[in-house]
């Protein structure tokens, strides 16, 4: 017994050595998708902004969007719910088709004046690219499962330059309310890899704001936290029911799906350009900004989380949690 303890920390040296290298390729394909992912957003949101007509066309962009689901992504629509499902019950190969797809139906969104976030889209390509790995080791079941939440992670922690929080939300999705210790090397190996393939590839993530000091921790700030987060937490569950009711309101009244984010898309553009402004589209993220420096309208959560809920009920591309972020901040 006492020669088997002696080896015990070197258990886990074969699973650590199988899993690095696979783990930094699936971090290398999340941080270059994700690169990709946020250069063009960039891209989009300038010229979107410098050309403000185009949201006029926002119905267009939206029928486009869905015919080309429609015709050729079919087997990848139901996006993150498809990642979920291949987790928890694993199938087939994730097609490479999911990647290109969503990082162009997401463009369209935001090119266009579509209201959402992009790590949803990030997800998605980081774990699909990861997947084509299984092709050439053969992955099933757990192992499987474990490379699909390292390219979760690594798709996460590159889009937003968090490679904690990506491993951590990696090992979430894999098991919510516990964590996979099987999972944790790879997950935070391809998150940290993934974050900086993205920083080695010339983009950089927001800097939100550099806090002067660290405040006290007091029992009171211990409560108001608490309550913050009850608080964020009923919102954000509401954000999600109310998305969840308008995308099942489309699908049974619109049976065509491309005519699903038109007429989305045309309510948007009609909302927007009686408004006037163009703070509640897009990702939100010069908001968020603002926020740390002045008090935002009360009804500005309102407004984001009805357009955004609007734009991905109507079958846009995009993700929720950076819009979701604007949303929770302009509520607090």
């Given at each position: 017994m006492k020669q088997l303890r002696q080896f015990e920390p070197f258990i886990a040296f074969p699973h650590l050595i199988k899993w690095l290298p696979i783990s930094v390729v699936a971090g290398i394909l999340a941080g270059i998708a994700s690169a990709a992912l946020l250069a063009s957003l960039e891209w989009a949101t300038n010229w979107r902004e410098s050309h403000r007509w185009i949201i006029a066309f926002l119905p267009l962009g939206g029928f486009l969007s869905g015919w080309i689901y429609h015709q050729f992504g079919q087997t990848v629509e139901a996006g993150n719910n498809l990642l979920l499902e291949e987790i928890h019950n694993p199938k087939k190969v994730i097609p490479f088709r999911m990647a290109p797809l969503v990082l162009l139906g997401t463009d369209l969104t935001h090119f266009f004046g579509g209201s959402a976030g992009r790590e949803g889209t990030a997800l998605q390509m980081g774990a699909s690219l990861a997947d084509q790995v299984t092709k050439i080791l053969h992955f099933k079941g757990a192992n499987r499962r474990i490379l699909l939440t390292a390219g979760i992670s690594g798709g996460f922690a590159s889009v937003f330059g968090t490679p904690l929080a990506g491993t951590?939300?990696?090992?979430?999705?894999?098991?919510?309310g516990k964590i996979h210790y099987d999972a944790l090397f790879p997950s935070l190996i391809a998150a940290i890899v993934g974050n900086q393939v993205?920083?080695?590839?010339?983009?950089?993530?927001?800097?939100?704001?550099h806090a002067p000091l660290i405040p006290t921790l007091t029992i009171w700030g211990l409560i108001s936290a608490?309550?913050?987060g009850v608080i964020f937490g009923i919102v954000a569950r509401f954000f999600a029911k109310v998305t969840h009711k308008i995308s099942h309101l489309f699908k049974t009244k619109i049976s065509y799906p491309p005519m699903r984010p038109l007429i989305g898309g045309a309510i948007i553009a009609a909302i927007v350009g009686l408004s006037g402004t163009t703070k509640y589209i897009g990702l939100g993220i010069s908001t968020i900004v603002d926020s740390f420096y002045t008090q935002l309208p009360p009804w500005d959560f309102a407004a984001k989380l009805g357009l955004t809920a609007l734009t991905l009920g109507a079958g846009f591309k995009g993700g929720e949690v950076t819009p979701c972020y604007q949303v929770l901040i302009a509520f607090g």
């Open positions: 951590v939300f990696g090992l979430e999705v894999l098991a919510i993205t920083l080695l590839l010339g983009l950089h993530h927001t800097a939100y704001r608490i309550i913050a």
